[in-house]
């Protein structure tokens, strides 16, 4: 029994196999793509979850690193122990400055400098987020024109035969017509996932990029709460004026 779409596969010549291959790596590429992410969104999103929840019950920033070295290594994780390791720094550089006068402008460009590198990670961790997007946007775009290029070809093919057996016989014209035929729907095949995917992964992203700068603006208040607190607290260095 023959498979239509076998049957026209094997009908189709050297130009149309070599696009069906092409499209068949893309097609590999993209759903390789495609469970990537959705496993890694999945994985980033039930963590950053369990991390917050687990953020909301802390009073003290450095109590952060006492979470789960799991939760930790969640997006917001990261901002976290960036912000623990920003807090101790800042602390650091307060007890080790002698003969400073203007302890606010120490403290606000402390948080200048905090504020940089801690973004810089939210920067780092949303090209994380982008990974393999592209892929996808370029199997939607190219894959059509793949497609369309072997329905020109195989439209071309059947009107070489007809000029050539001069006759428009449906055996003349029917390798033509399949190449024309596979082409179209295996590039659409291949497309259509790749659009569909693509949309769905940046409206993942846009949700998880705002909840994480969300909490970046969450930790950056509790460490500048926390570095306050300490340094009022500590008549060696002050009282500086915030």
Not at 84 to 106: A, K, M, P, Q, Y
Not at 166 to 177: D, T
Not at 204 to 221: A, G, H, Q, W, Y
Request: proline share 3%.
């Amino acid at each position: 029994m023959n498979v239509p779409v076998i049957d026209m596969i094997l009908r189709s010549g050297w130009v149309a196999r070599s696009i069906l291959i092409l499209l068949g790596i893309f097609s590999v590429i993209t759903w390789a793509v495609i469970f990537n992410r959705l496993y890694y969104f999945g994985r980033v999103v039930k963590r950053n979850r369990l991390f917050h929840k687990k953020y909301m019950s802390v009073k003290a920033l450095v109590e952060i690193e006492k979470t789960d070295i799991v939760l930790l290594s969640s997006p917001m994780g990261m901002l976290g122990l960036k912000g623990v390791g920003e807090f101790r720094r800042i602390l650091d550089d307060s007890s080790t400055h002698t003969g400073i006068r203007d302890w606010s402008f120490f403290i606000q460009s402390q948080f200048s400098i905090a504020q940089e590198r801690i973004d810089t990670v939210f920067a780092e961790l949303s090209r994380k987020f982008d990974s393999g997007l592209i892929v996808l946007a370029i199997s939607a775009s190219v894959c059509p024109f793949l497609g369309l290029l072997g329905t020109v070809w195989g439209i071309m093919n059947s009107f070489f035969e007809i000029g050539n057996q001069g006759s428009a016989s449906l055996p003349v014209v029917a390798p033509g017509i399949a190449e024309a035929l596979i082409t179209t729907l295996v590039g659409l095949a291949v497309a259509i996932p790749a659009v569909l995917f693509y949309n769905y992964f940046v409206h993942r992203v846009d949700t998880i990029e705002n909840e994480v700068d969300e909490f970046k603006s969450l930790l950056f208040s509790h460490m500048k709460r926390d570095i306050l607190s300490v340094l009022y607290r500590d008549k060696s260095v002050g009282t500086p004026k915030a």
